[in-house]
C-alpha cells in the first residue's frame, strides 16, 4: 500500500496561486495513478485532475481547464497540483488520492486518500 500526506494549501486572494504537494510512501508511487479531488463544506467529494502513473496522461474538471496543472514525479514520490486564477469557488479541502486499478474521475475508484489540505480563496 501507499501513504500520502498532502501539503502547501492556505489562504490567498482570488487571481492568486498556489502549488499542492503529495508525498508518498510505501509501495512504488509510480505503480498508482493519481488523482487530486476537493471537498467544500456541505457539499459531495469532487474530483478535479488526475494523471496516469507515467505521468504523460493527465485529465481535468472542466471547471479547472486551463487554470490548474496536475504533475508527478516519481524518482521524488511526490505528486503536485499548481493551481492559477484562483476564485473563491475554488475554496476547499483538497485531497490526493491513488490507484491502482482504473484511470478515474469516481472517488470509489480510489484505494489510498491523504488526510487533506485546505485551500481557502478570498474574494
Known amino acids: 500500500q501507499v501513504q500520502l500526506v498532502e501539503s502547501g494549501g492556505g489562504l490567498v486572494q482570488a487571481g492568486g496561486s498556489l502549488r499542492l504537494s503529495c508525498a508518498a510512501s510505501?509501495?512504488?508511487?509510480?505503480?498508482?495513478?493519481m488523482g487530486w479531488f476537493r471537498q467544500a463544506p456541505g457539499k459531495e467529494r469532487e474530483f478535479v485532475a488526475a494523471i496516469r502513473r507515467s505521468g504523460i496522461i493527465t485529465y481535468y474538471v472542466d471547471s479547472v481547464k486551463g487554470r490548474f496543472t496536475i504533475s508527478r514525479d516519481n524518482a521524488k514520490n511526490m505528486g503536485y497540483l499548481q493551481m492559477n486564477s484562483l476564485k473563491p469557488e475554488d475554496t476547499a479541502v483538497y485531497y490526493c488520492?491513488?490507484?491502482?486499478?482504473?484511470?478515474?474521475?469516481?472517488?470509489?475508484?480510489?484505494?489510498?486518500w491523504g488526510q487533506g489540505t485546505q485551500v481557502t480563496i478570498s474574494s
Open positions: 510505501g509501495r512504488t508511487f509510480s505503480s498508482y495513478d
Open positions: 488520492a491513488a490507484t491502482t486499478g482504473i484511470f478515474s474521475s469516481w472517488p470509489g475508484d480510489y484505494d489510498y
